[in-house]
């Protein structure tokens, strides 16, 4: 009886080799003209292979250097894409849904550690970048499903492993509405927002741009290649397509309906996370690794009429839906720290759920560096622990309430507030990693460096 | 042999009375003149009573005609304040941190109902007032541990019980930073603010006003009161002190640590709520209810310079801490909506975690109502229920991504997409309560129509 | 609009009075002539309340003088019965099923306390009756949703509230089966039985006996009475009609499904346990407690044929069925305890999960007893606090393998096995409330002293 | 920077070759003189594949004559002995504790499947072997973390997997108490004992034979292996050394703590589980695979006199301790059958929790068969769905009360009880592997047939 479900390797990797050198191309950009690398059937339980997102730029070793000077025009590395027909052959139409359940995920076998990294405020950033303008990073090595990093010691905790993108190919049209919401924000932004002045400066959006880009069987300077890379869009931000939603609890046994937009679906994936926290605060905040999935997939035609209702002008401003499973590593106590949308000034900000999420964190990373770590550290471990990051209240004027609650179980010591005095922690490993910061303790405050990569 | 931890009982309230006749005298603002009406001691386990945080105004019937009308000058009642003294007698200070069991709670006895209200436009709003500006309530009834509503036919839940409000008497500094920076809001935040395009029509802030207050043992009217009720600052906003923070999590086991800004601490509590989801999207959107709290507190001396950080320009800019306990009812399956930074219209927000929320749960509410709900129910279920409302990436330029996710078991149906057509929803149980609607389909697009009871 | 479930006390009971002085008359045995003291309608929410097992037999006090000469004839006292009818207010029937869910159930307002005991070897015993011979007790206080006990420091945790009977009145049929049976255990158990060498002194059987008879509204010494006290089954173990299952889950949220044996099911109810773990191994050994329950019934028709099989050679030799709810605490991290079914002598037994059982459980203790903590302590402990007791393996012959797993997060000291030599636990209370115990180190082995209350 | 945790292969095997082929010598006996076939230091991560316990006498097809004709006298095959040293190289002390934890572990890649199966009753039986005396069995396949079987439509669920077996090497002292005691109950067990009638037909114990058995280094035939092959006690019951604990909760972030008989420990490991409910209660009842381990050891000198206490007339009496983690799949609802003991011919036992967990177990296949399946397939499907076997109360004589507590989401149907009649079950599928059965259904009482494999 051949067992029906016996896994086939899609796409597999060689985390070894650059990512322009893998046996089936990889890509880092959505557009409908992407040809899909391989097909897959429903009911079929295949494997796919991926790198990490930077496509192994960020070295095992205990210098940010190469977190400093990242070239972020080339992320994020993308496996398939992978088209999709059923049982009979016929192939997913726009307008189904393409149902995908993780059956299964992890690192590569020999590749069992990944980094979180602090972006320079001026090559990429992060939420905190005007607190921590320094690039730095994190290494971690994995002992089966728990991560402990000699660079954060004194924690470890089991993985929420999850792919940090996942999406389906965009239509011409869907692309053409993403270019154009996006363009205009990096046009208008400055002038407009609010958040800017507490974000300020990071990019606004992440415009298509030839630099970097990777099509993957489409050949580099090929006239066609020109063309597809002037229009076609970053994986920097999630959209309707699924794409780059980052949602921690997106793991083993987790089921993920994506809307279809052209035939086959065409759907990649990559940006593997062994680990991370909600909003991946530091950017690069995820523990990031290479890694695989083992994917299980279904059509429901019709589906998108069906289950979603588009959310704006055309029939495509829609989201995907996901259902989460009994299979995550469960904590009995949490410690939470709270936000409100006041931000670092003292300013009144109303109901802006991001400046009181940030404002969380912040407590957060002031209560844990009490307790022998340094702040940087602290940014670090929220970025890519099992953290929750809420929106508790949204409606009280003018203060939205955002909080942050960490499992207490990840911490060989007892973290909660008490009556007598904390002992002095013994943990304090000034990390090592920080390269020469240019920034001093008045941070600059830097006019919009434009969009990363151009 | 005595047992030592007999509750006493230290506030009662008599729900069929009006909130300013009760015994010992309710209030409605925060102020540090306000008197404490009773003095506990640490370890000491005692109870507090509650009225409902409109005291009453809202009715168990099925018209939405008293949610249209409400006074919300007058919101939201408090029980205390409580002064706390450690075992020798000696009262908190300010610095110390107040530490706050949750040993119990619940409903009333005998009042074993509540419910959850759509405000008005014009008269309170909501999250998503442009899209539902029309009064309407749902009524719940409680069985034990569950709810369940007459007019949200089909779900069932366990409450995750909690109180929306618990804090600390501001001090008169802590105060003035309050009222000034709400002030800023209020006067000149329509200029500036990009949200408000999108929240149009409720208030920035909600400034002191003698209108509808109410200052416990201050007689209403002396000149004390005149004085008291042109500075204390309404209820409706968390800040420093905690408040109104609507943490659905702060259920039975928890515990809260909250700044000590005057001398006894004087903490005050209301706002009862058998159970909320994350946001508490539609503002009067929990389970509203009068109830009882079993608290136990202590003190850590000191516990303000040890275990917070100031962020911002004075050493008050601090928020509370909270510890949550391994005793809340626990989901294995979630359905998740996912929402981004790109409002209905179209257009590309950066960043903002409250236009991808609501985005979130505008697609939650559309997807819902397949099967065999109205919109309203909806909107009102998920207000309730215990449902997670995330900050799922803040990083990824320019989309926020948030996240909704609903347990599936509190349904009598399976909600999940499927290959087969649904079933046509027995259900739909026509919202008997909404009163005459004035708002058309082309919902007018208001000014801010000024803080509430002003 | 009137709340259709505000829920109906149905019985009340004063616990400062006897058990025969409260207003409905209580029982404390099962009779099918036991007259109802109630009668309810399904979907109706309605409370019963109920004394401790014994009736205030217990004091909360320091002395187990109680303990140690408390007349076991007269428990378990009973509220009820309680007959039910539908909608219609037609009674349930034989073959029916009665479906209970619990709504709510706590202790009895002002009785927040509750006691665990080990019984003396020669009045009651316990399952380890053999090592610890001798009567003592440890009282607990509650704190709300949690327990701790001056006997017992360093613990603390939150109840898995439940009651340790509930059970339908059996039929006449029903009863003669039992009285046969256990007649025929009682009889001639001593020369078959292995287990007997093992738990040498307990009585085999509790056979029915007018001594301490209480049968609610039938007037004692009544010719009636007589004849029912001396044909009715005593309350001690669980049998067809539910009874003392002492299932330690049946908490809040939990639902029961009874056979119906007689018109009306006449379910009675009583035994509330605060807490307990599985196999209540010292017999007292639950945190017993007077409490009460909030319940709701259906009647599934027809139902003991349509879901119970009889495993016997009557129709009647079924078991309840029950559902277990979303809301436990739950704990993350568990120390487990293994027996095999070889005994303390190094005696091989075949697949016997009860030696295997008290294997575990011995473990446990001497195990625990190097925290501190005197070997009583810890046997009472492990009766009372939410500890899992399985069977995890029982076909590998001849070693039936049990365990017994303790949640670590109930101690405030951290009981793991370490590298490092233990710290001395500074927690060693002696217990105080060991009356002079007549049993020295060489324990008697005593014949089979015959059924408790003859 | 050289990841420290990188994991080392120390046995691996190919599950196409006999066991006595693979690379690394297996072994299927408990002997202090086989030699170890690896050393590892504490604090590596190291992998351990192994075969399934029958190594490979199970095939992946439709008939169960390999489950009739099954040699019992070679199982179960382990991987190992390891030895274990300190990081300076020396080796674990006999009184020390063994800390191994379980950092990952699962099927062998391209081996996605496994088989549960019920043994003849004269050859293996198993719990319920009276009732179900027919050799049959059922294959899984995995799509990674779930498992589904064509023999059993309509269940899916979630591995808890760990391994069956591990134990370290018995010192000889140690393995002649484990004879002396096998040999004494196998020739006196059938006067004395009691559930002999119960579960009459199965052998009382399996004592060294030298049929079968394998001794990884030593070659067979030898006058070494002869005399070893004499006194080797075979693998089937768990015992002090832990070994065939087959405790289902072992899983990923568990830790076991073994006593050390012998210089290195030489511990053992094999019988992989994919997944087992509580009792494991068809004997081959889990799902039964070949797999691999990762593990990481620590070593506490001196740990069995520190943690472990002698429970018999020697200082080698003691069990093992386990620790569990926060990595288990999670259910919020079940469904839990009762048993008491009494047996199905109506007779009490005295507080015989096997008895009572054997009525539970088949109340609960009696009950399931009411929704499509055979009893069969249910005895199947208890044994190795994550289901939870319980002694919930041991103490109120003479009913001991067992529970079978069974998670409702692995069925794609609602199987709890209901008011309107079962719908027809549309799952009966007969299951098509039972070869051809010897038994009616008058089954024969037969003698105790004598250890397996003799």
Same mark, same amino acid.
């Given at each position: 009886m051949a067992p029906p479900t016996r896994k086939q390797v899609v796409v597999s990797v @060689?985390?070894? +080799?650059?990512?322009?050198?893998?046996?089936?191309?990889?890509? @880092?950009?959505?557009?409908?003209?992407?040809?899909?690398?391989?097909?897959?059937?429903?009911?079929?339980?295949?494997?796919? #292979?991926?790198? #990490?997102?930077?496509?192994? =730029?960020?070295?095992? #070793?205990?210098? =940010?250097?190469?977190?400093?000077? $990242?070239?972020?025009?080339?992320?994020?590395?993308?496996?398939?894409?992978?088209?999709?027909?059923?049982?009979?052959?016929?192939? %997913?139409?726009?307008?189904?849904? /393409? %149902?995908?359940? $993780?059956?299964?995920?992890g690192p590569l076998p020999g590749e069992e550690w990944g980094f979180t990294a602090i972006f320079d405020r001026e090559n990429g950033g992060g939420f905190l970048t005007d607190h921590f303008p320094c690039a730095t990073k994190a290494i971690w090595y994995f002992e089966g499903i728990y991560a402990y990093s000699p660079h954060i010691p004194g924690v470890r905790f089991p993985g929420l492993t999850h792919p940090g993108i996942i999406g389906t190919a965009p239509s011409m049209e869907l692309l053409n509405i993403w270019n154009e919401r996006e363009r205009e924000l990096e046009e208008n932004g400055l002038k407009s927002l609010k958040l800017c002045e507490v974000l300020h400066s990071r990019p606004l959006a992440n415009l298509p741009s030839t630099k970097g880009c990777l099509l993957g069987k489409i050949p580099e300077g090929s006239e066609e290649w020109e063309k597809i890379a002037n229009e076609a869009a970053r994986t920097i931000p999630g959209r309707e397509n699924g794409g780059n939603c980052d949602i921690k609890n997106l793991s083993r046994g987790s089921k993920i309906y994506l809307p279809v937009f052209v035939?086959?679906? @065409?759907?990649?994936?990559?940006?593997?996370?062994?680990?991370?926290?909600?909003?991946?605060?530091?950017?690069?905040?995820?523990?990031?690794?290479?890694?695989?999935?083992? /994917?299980? *997939?279904?059509?429901?035609?019709?589906g998108m009429k069906e289950y979603l209702t588009p959310m704006g002008p055309t029939p495509l401003h829609v989201n995907p839906i996901f259902e989460i499973g009994p299979v995550e590593p469960r904590f009995s106590e949490w410690l939470v720290f709270?936000?409100?949308?006041?931000?670092?000034?003292?300013?009144?900000?109303?109901? #802006?759920?991001?400046?009181?999420?940030?404002? %969380?964190?912040?407590?957060?990373?002031?209560?844990?560096?009490?307790?022998?770590?340094?702040?940087?550290?602290?940014?670090? /471990?929220?970025?890519?622990?099992? *953290?929750?990051?809420?929106?508790?209240?949204?409606?009280?004027?003018?203060?939205?309430?955002?909080?942050? =609650?960490?499992?207490? %179980?990840?911490?060989?010591?007892? $973290?909660?507030?008490?009556?007598? +005095?904390?002992?002095?922690g013994p943990r304090v490993v000034r990390n090592p990693n920080i390269p020469s910061c240019s920034y001093d303790g008045n941070l600059p405050i830097t006019k919009n460096p434009g969009a990363t990569g151009s």
């Open positions: @060689n985390p070894k +080799k650059k990512p322009w050198e893998q046996k089936l191309p990889l890509h @880092n950009r959505w557009h409908p003209k992407i040809p899909s690398v391989a097909t897959v059937k429903t009911g079929q339980v295949f494997r796919i #292979d991926m790198v #990490d997102w930077t496509g192994g =730029a960020i070295k095992d #070793d205990n210098s =940010a250097t190469d977190v400093k000077h $990242i070239d972020l025009s080339t992320v994020h590395y993308l496996s398939g894409p992978i088209r999709v027909v059923d049982e009979e052959g016929i192939p %997913a139409k726009a307008g189904d849904l /393409l %149902a995908v359940e $993780i059956c299964d995920l035939e086959g679906a @065409n759907f990649s994936t990559g940006d593997m996370h062994f680990s991370q926290g909600d909003g991946e605060v530091s950017f690069c905040g995820a523990i990031e690794m290479s890694g695989f999935l083992e /994917l299980k *997939c279904d059509i429901i035609r019709g709270e936000g409100i949308s006041v931000d670092e000034s003292g300013r009144q900000h109303y109901l #802006d759920a991001s400046v009181a999420y940030k404002r %969380a964190v912040l407590n957060a990373i002031d209560y844990l560096s009490k307790f022998g770590y340094t702040k940087e550290q602290v940014y670090l /471990l929220l970025s890519c622990c099992p *953290c929750e990051g809420r929106i508790s209240g949204i409606v009280d004027a003018p203060n939205a309430v955002a909080t942050l =609650a960490i499992p207490t %179980a990840i911490f060989d010591q007892d $973290i909660r507030p008490k009556r007598n +005095k904390l002992p002095v």
